[in-house]
T-cell receptor, first 115, second 113 residues
Framework: AQTVTQSQPEMSVQEAETVTLSCTYD???????LFWYKQPPSRQMILVIR??????QNATENRFSVNFQKAAKSFSLKISDSQLGDTAMYFC????????????FGQGTRLTINP | EAQVTQNPRYLITVTGKKLTVTCSQN?????MSWYRQDPGLGLRQIYY???????DKGDVPEGYKVSRKEKRNFPLILESPSPNQTSLYFC????????????FGNGTRLTVT
């Protein structure tokens, strides 16, 4: 079974700083997808960025980028020029395409951006 | 507007009193799923459905039931709620194809006393 681990329960940085959230996963599959979701205090689950395992190029979405290391099974999220609105819980997630389409989530990292 | 609608947003109930959390999507998605979110555990899948009349267990199905009689609706039923089912619940849907992003509802905060 796939597992996703986020080893940083909480992080806190100053506005405009760069912050990196870590995520590791375990799988025997060669093809899969990885995601980062943001959950602000409103509880809404917002897709931040996604990465296909067969693509070597790291995904980027404006201030958000990932460092995908397939051999190490690592998928970290970098937030550049952090803003107060980035304060949220962040979840790393793994999507298996073997059998049922199932999203497996990590435990989450609570990120606080301080003014 | 494309969305997944969950109701109610908040629910407080007592042990043993049957309840249903509704979920409806207007995007013609084949796939729908229920998750529960607990501190330190992230989101865990309860049940999922690949299409009408096709449902299967996720990782934590005990104490829950689902049905998929229509494509747009996927209610979550707790026949006899217990305090350990106090949680934040999310319904999600997507097309049944690789990399189709999951669309989430706004969550239901359930408290069982």
């Amino acid at each position: 079974a796939q597992t996703v681990t986020q080893s940083q329960p909480e992080m806190s940085v100053q506005e405009a700083e760069t912050v990196t959230l870590s995520c590791t996963y375990d799988t025997s599959e060669s093809n899969y997808y990885l995601f980062w979701y943001k959950q602000p205090p409103s509880r809404q689950m917002i897709l931040v960025i996604r990465q296909e395992a067969y693509k070597q190029q790291n995904a980027t979405e404006n201030r958000f980028s990932v460092n995908f290391q397939k051999a190490a099974k690592s998928f970290s999220l970098k937030i550049s020029d952090s803003q107060l609105g980035d304060t949220a819980m962040y979840f790393c997630a793994f999507l298996t395409i073997q059998g049922a389409q199932k999203l497996v989530f990590g435990q989450g990292t609570r990120l606080t951006i301080n003014p | 507007e494309a969305q997944v609608t969950q109701n109610p947003r908040y629910l407080i109930t007592v042990t043993g009193k049957k309840l249903t959390v509704t979920c409806s999507q207007n995007m013609n998605h084949e796939y729908m799923s229920w998750y529960r979110q607990d501190p330190g555990l992230g989101l865990r899948q309860i049940y999922y459905s690949m299409n009408v009349e096709v449902t299967d267990k996720g990782d934590v199905p005990e104490g829950y039931k689902v049905s998929r009689k229509e494509k747009r609706n996927f209610p979550l039923i707790l026949e006899s709620p217990s305090p350990n089912q106090t949680s934040l619940y999310f319904c999600a849907s997507s097309f049944w194809r690789d990399n189709s992003p999951l669309h989430f509802g706004n969550g239901t905060r359930l408290t069982v006393t």
